[in-house]
């Protein structure tokens, strides 16, 4: 599985962005999906993951209420809307796929990863 992660870029506190990530390849081998981001110098933190073969979604409580993880299983991408964001939400965006049925996915249980696109919040 392949995954193609676009949309980053930089925006003022407070402003919004949309994060896409197109998967290709043997997607019928996955089962959920997720978004991680790393900040310079901290380590690859969890945001967000959704169902892939069903419905349900799960956030880290830093993105509750302000981001939204959403899918088109048609088009094989998955999304992430993020508003009000906040300088603390500078990163490098990564998505993420799973083969394992567990749910939520722990962070370990990611096979497959894209490169990362950066979003830069200004204050």
């Known amino acids: 599985v392949q995954l193609q992660a676009s949309g980053g870029g930089l925006v003022q506190a407070g402003g919004s962005l949309r994060l896409s990530c197109v998967a290709s390849?043997?997607?019928?081998?996955?089962?959920?999906m997720g978004w991680f981001r790393q900040a310079p110098g901290k380590e690859r933190e969890f945001v967000a993951a959704v169902v892939w073969r069903g419905s349900g979604t799960y956030y880290h409580d830093s993105a509750k209420g302000r981001f939204t993880i959403s899918k088109d299983n048609v088009e094989s991408t998955v999304y992430l809307q993020m508003n009000s964001l906040e300088p603390g939400d500078t990163a490098l965006y990564y998505c993420?796929?799973?083969?394992?049925?567990?749910?939520?996915?722990?962070?370990?249980?990611?096979?497959?990863w894209g490169r990362g696109t950066l979003v830069t919040v200004s204050s």
């Open positions: 390849g043997r997607t019928f081998s996955v089962y959920h």
């Open positions: 993420a796929a799973t083969s394992k049925r567990s749910w939520p996915p722990r962070p370990y249980e990611y096979d497959y």
